[in-house]
T-cell receptor
Framework: GQNIDQPTEMTATEGAIVQINCTYQ??????LFWYQQHAGEAPTFLSY????GLEEKGRFSSFLSRSKGYSYLLLKELQMKDSASYLC???????????FGAGTTVTVRA | DTAVSQTPKYLVTQMGNDKSIKCEQN?????MYWYKQDSKKFLKIMFS???????INETVPNRFSPKSPDKAHLNLHINSLELGDSAVYFC???????????????FGPGTRLTVL
């Protein structure tokens, strides 16, 4: 199975940059996902990494280092609507199950 | 044009009752899931079906029984509800089990279950 750790909460100012770290331990790695979840809503897909390196998608980027069991999600030019919970999830190669971290609640302040 | 839909959105019931939550996806996906998100916001897989066949069955009490009448539907029936069952239940779907490199899951809006 997986052991996934990410910070519980982060606060940043509108227009700033925030980096959410995620570390994981897994018996078989088959990809890492980041999801965004606004309060009271469903999680929505943000990014996917399976190879080492940086994937950029507009204001959001995600990085992966498989040897270190480490990923981060970078949110640039923060907007108030980015206030949400960000979930790191790892897929297992044995059963393709997606295991989620507890989520990081990001609060963006004016 | 809803991709993954669940009914009901809210469910309030007494301990000991039996209830069902329905899920439908119109994305043509092969794989569907049920997740439970507790009060600490921890999202945990319960079941997964691929082409109507049970693939993942986590350590869930056997009071929970999923049923997949066809590829587009995955319902969850819960017997003898307990206080600890109170949570938000999310249905999700993906193109397949994840054998392809890119296989994001699409989540339904969730069903908030409150057991009194």
């Amino acid at each position: 199975g997986q052991n996934i750790d990410q910070p519980t909460e982060m606060t940043a100012t509108e227009g700033a940059i925030v980096q959410i770290n995620c570390t994981y331990q897994t018996s078989g790695f088959n990809g890492l996902f980041w999801y965004q979840q606004h309060a009271g809503e469903a999680p929505t897909f943000l990014s996917y990494n399976v190879l080492d390196g940086l994937e950029e998608k507009g204001r959001f980027s995600s990085f992966l280092s498989r040897s270190k069991g480490y990923s981060y999600l970078l949110l640039k030019e923060l907007q108030m609507k980015d206030s949400a919970s960000y979930l790191c999830a790892v897929r297992d190669t044995n059963d393709y199950k997606l295991s989620f971290g507890a989520g990081t609640t990001v609060t963006v302040r004016a | 044009d809803t991709a993954v839909s669940q009914t009901p959105k809210y469910l309030v019931t007494q301990m000991g009752n039996d209830k069902s939550i329905k899920c439908e996806q119109n994305l043509g996906h092969d794989t569907m899931y049920w997740y439970k998100q507790d009060s600490k916001k921890f999202l945990k897989i319960m079941f997964s079906y691929n082409n109507k066949e049970l693939i993942i069955n986590e350590t869930v009490p056997n009071r929970f029984s999923p049923k997949s009448p066809d590829k587009a539907h995955l319902n969850l029936h819960i017997n003898s509800l307990e206080l600890g069952d109170s949570a938000v239940y999310f249905c999700a779907s993906s193109q397949d089990m994840g054998t392809r490199t890119y296989n994001e899951q699409f989540f339904g809006p969730g069903t908030r279950l409150t057991v009194l």
